[in-house]
């Protein structure tokens, strides 16, 4: 019974130990990616902030300024493609003192690479509804699970054009340690508006002509990573936005705040992202590990039961007494010789009796040795 169990035995650690590589090298691969469909709002808050105000061109100083970003995964956009996701973002830019009315609202939809994080141009990609726009390095997150100490090329979506995420050193973000990225956008002209603005809202004397002015967008951003999942937990964006004439003698500050990620949210990213850190551990480390160790404690358990010597077998019992006093087996008894059949008619012969001398048995008459009757050869 023994033997059977240690076969059973080494067969399952073996299938463990077969198990083990294949989650890693391959049921990982399949599982960390990111996700087709998402959902995700993320509020950012900038005090002391400055915009324009459009409904009465003037400008608002010490402005409690809020931008609500709202991630969506499309799922159906890849076109089949499940190697592709195709997430949708818009941000509404307000001040609290005035909710409903917007200071800057932006939208864009990327497309990319759900193992390399990296960005790809199919699926509908646009920024303010431009489908013109070609863009390339990365969008929304770092590379899934492999985040290294580098720079990686990010592409901006105000300039519309990458521009290098530099490394920054690592710092702490509600409890995980997490890389902070920087970003620098210079001075760039993004937009030509075809509306004039007063001159005097330019800087410049109010007798002059209403002038035509072309927009400026520079930025300073920086954003915390969790390495574990290429997540951003935390972000903070510098930004000043302009407009001034094309000879650069008039310009205006459209808006410029540092929007930071608020603390609720911040923590709800952090939590978002260890749920997904464990999820990759899972299938990276701790199931290959496990299947590993089981496999190994199975093959030792089922070799230690295979190769242990069977038991003796149980003595004979002793031997029954025989009837004449000794011990062991009877011997069987020979039967007698059946007599030979007699024949028709005849009858069976006497038993023979022994005759025996005696003392008054008669002596053969003329026998000179004296010899009793009967012995002798017959004449």
Known sequence: MRRPVGAILICLGAFFLTLAPLVRFYVADQMVRAPLNRYNMTRLEARNATYLDTATLKQKTGATLRAINTVRGDVRANEGND???????????????????????????????????????????????????????????????????????????????PAPMRYNGAEKIKGITAYRFTQEIPLT?????????????????????????????????????????????????????????????????????????????????????????????????FIPLGGVLIGLLLLVIGSMIGLRAAPAAPPAPPAPRRSDGKFGDVPPV?????????????????????????????????????????TGRGR
């Open 189 to 285: 002209k993004t937009a030509s508006l075809d509306t004039k603005v007063p001159a005097r809202l330019l800087g410049m004397a109010a007798t002059e002509p209403d002038q035509r002015v072309d927009r400026y967008t520079e930025a300073y951003n920086s954003v915390w990573v969790d390495p574990r999942t290429g997540i951003p937990v935390k972000h903070r964006q510098n930004i000043r936005s302009t407009v001034q004439t094309p000879d650069g003698r008039g310009k205006m500050i459209v808006a410029q705040a540092e929007l930071i990620t608020i603390d609720e949210d911040q923590k709800k990213l952090v939590d978002m992202s260890n749920g997904t850190a464990l999820q990759i551990n899972l299938v990276r480390s």
């Open 334 to 374: 020979e039967p007698e010789p059946a007599a030979p059949p007699a024949r028709e008619g005849s009858r069976p012969p006497a038993p023979k009796q022994a005759q025996k001398p005696g003392p008054n048995r008669p002596r053969r008459i003329g026998d000179p040795k004296g010899r009793p009757q009967g």
């Open 83 to 161: 190697d592709i996701a195709v997430w949708d973002s818009s941000t509404n830019i307000f001040d609290t003192a005035n909710p409903d009315k917007p200071v800057q609202i932006q939208g864009y939809r990327i497309a990319f690479d759900r193992r390399t994080s990296q960005l790809t141009n199919c699926c509908g990609t646009n920024v303010d509804g431009d489908g013109s726009v070609h863009m390339s390095g990365y969008g929304l997150l770092f590379p899934i699970a492999n985040v290294q100490k580098r720079d990686y090329p990010f592409f901006d979506m105000s300039t519309r054009r």
